[in-house]
């Protein structure tokens, strides 16, 4: 699976590049071993490890500390080992193979790879086709109507599903979208479980996201005080001008 | 998992300003949306993306990373 997002919402993934992913991966081993064995290798390989990016990589090659939360043997078939890993954004699940196929001396090299979730989009959630996209998208261009498609493009929104939110009055949206920090007046609800130097959104009273932002402030702190930044604004979504522009101008 | 909201105070939106996520006009929505896409194990990323900006009109469109392979 692979996420899209399309104009206005592509810093959105952007934002999620940094987040965990999950695979299921097929890998074949160079010699017939030992089930136990191959149970045993991979138990070595949860939790930290290090990593050097394989000869084809897109990121310079040097040894790099990567944390896999998990990592389990689905099926083991012959030389053939079918597995589930979850992973810190960065891990080469190729080289897991090979390095893999090195701790048990046969060799192995990766023949299958399948992205199953990438931060908060996963294979359970509205996953579609090039042909269902493209299929909508004709129907609604002659007059079939629009719900097919927006069954299938989701309102970039729907990303932030489990990031905390702070909702922020109308009047101070436009300051945020040109860059401004989110002062505590402009604070209207927020949810609970903001903490400081957490990442958060800020959300308009439509819940529509203005900004991505890293909170200054704990949701306690927000509610009690009475000025001060409660957010320091990190990357703006919504087009300025979207809400007219109420600050003072000097 | 739902978070919990906590209101801190209490204040009106303006119905004429920007739009709920849920009814943004077309055009709008699909200059802000999402695809979950199943791609195909063939062509790049790269090359899905490229097809789908194309097909679907699109100034610009992104992906989720590349497969760490």
Known sequence: ?250 | MKRETVAKTEADTDEALGHNPYSRPMSLHIRFGIVNLDKPSGPSSHEVVAWVKRMLELKHAGHGGTLDA
Not at chain 1, 193 to 202: F, R
Not at chain 1, 217 to 234: F, L, P, W, Y
């Open chain 1, 1 to 250: 699976m692979l996420p899209l997002a399309f104009e206005g919402a592509t810093k959105v993934v952007q934002a999620f590049l940094l987040s965990g992913k999950e695979y299921v991966c097929l890998m074949q081993l160079h010699e017939d071993m030992a089930e136990q064995r191959i149970r045993d290798a991979f138990a070595e390989f949860a939790g930290e490890i290090f990593q050097r990016p394989p000869l084809r990589a897109s990121v310079k090659r040097t040894v790099r500390r990567r944390t896999i939360y998990s990592l389990d043997i689905l099926e083991i078939d012959g030389r053939r080992v079918l597995f589930k890993v979850s992973c810190q954004a960065g891990t080469y699940v190729r080289k897991i193979c090979s390095d893999l196929g090195e701790v048990l001396g046969c060799g192995a090299h990766m023949s299958e790879l399948r992205r199953t979730r990438a931060g908060p989009f996963d294979e359970d959630r509205n996953l579609c086709s090039m042909y269902d996209l493209l299929n909508a998208y004709d129907h609604w261009k002659i007059g079939k109507g629009e719900e097919e498609f927006r069954a299938i493009v989701r309102p970039m929104e729907e990303a932030f599903e489990f990031i905390p939110k702070i909702y922020i009055r109308d009047s101070a949206v436009d300051a945020i979208c040109h860059g401004a920090d989110l002062a505590v007046p402009g604070v209207v609800k927020l949810d609970q479980g903001v903490a400081t130097n957490a990442s958060i959104v800020l959300m308009s009273l439509k819940a529509e996201v203005v900004a991505l932002a890293k909170a200054l402030m704990s949701t306690e702190q927000i509610v009690e005080q009475d000025h001060g930044i409660a957010a320091k604004t990190v990357r703006v979504i919504m087009p300025p001008g979207t809400y007219p522009p109420l600050w003072k101008k000097t």
